[in-house]
């Protein structure tokens, strides 16, 4: 009887341990499928994130017109550099303007430029021609879109 409740003792302390090594092998390969984190901004209820995974960038967002709450889509790019160029050299023209991108072969991303009460914000719509994903994201400032990329103002 004794060693009946000890081996049941024994047997749920296994599983214990047997779970927590489980769950934390998930964390990790969580975290490098998902790639580094290089930024990340919020406004409101919606959010955006810079993910770097291997040599492709990921724009991660919630989307604005989902009806779904705090339902993400996302488009990857190959240069973060080159787009964060191009961004920013958008806020430097005075009237409201959109820049079109093509980011691979099924993706089109169109950077929509707006001044509102005197501040110059961009939203971002993606639209991936494949699988008829689109979405848009939040307006965003360029200080919010400079801390996104991860630089310094």
């Given at each position: 009887?004794?060693s009946?409740?000890?081996?049941?003792i024994?047997?749920?302390?296994?599983s214990a341990?047997?779970?927590?090594?489980?769950?934390?092998?998930?964390?990790?390969?969580?975290?490098?499928?998902?790639?580094?984190?290089?930024?990340?901004?919020?406004?409101?209820?919606?959010?955006?994130k810079?993910l770097?995974?291997?040599?492709?960038?990921?724009?991660?967002?919630?989307?604005v017109?989902?009806?779904?709450?705090?339902?993400?889509?996302?488009?990857?790019?190959?240069?973060?550099?080159?787009?964060?160029?191009?961004?920013i050299?958008?806020?430097?023209?005075?009237?409201?303007?959109?820049?079109?991108?093509?980011?691979?072969?099924d993706?089109?991303?169109?950077?929509?430029?707006?001044?509102?009460?005197?501040v110059?914000r961009?939203?971002?719509?993606?639209?991936?021609?494949n699988?008829?994903?689109?979405g848009?994201?939040?307006?965003?400032?360029?200080?919010?879109?400079?801390?996104?990329?991860?630089?310094?103002?």
């Amino acid at each position: 009887m004794v060693s009946s409740f000890f081996a049941y003792i024994w047997t749920f302390i296994l599983s214990a341990v047997m779970q927590i090594k489980l769950s934390l092998f998930l964390i990790l390969i969580t975290a490098s499928i998902f790639g580094q984190e290089i930024g990340s901004v919020k406004n409101g209820k919606y959010s955006v994130k810079l993910l770097k995974s291997d040599n492709l960038f990921s724009w991660v967002y919630s989307d604005v017109n989902s009806g779904t709450k705090h339902m993400e889509k996302s488009f990857n790019f190959p240069n973060k550099e080159t787009i964060y160029n191009i961004i920013i050299e958008g806020f430097e023209k005075k009237n409201n303007h959109q820049i079109i991108v093509q980011t691979d072969q099924d993706t089109v991303v169109k950077f929509e430029y707006k001044k509102i009460k005197g501040v110059m914000r961009l939203n971002i719509n993606h639209n991936n021609l494949n699988s008829k994903i689109a979405g848009t994201s939040t307006s965003l400032s360029r200080e919010q879109l400079t801390a996104l990329f991860g630089k310094q103002t």
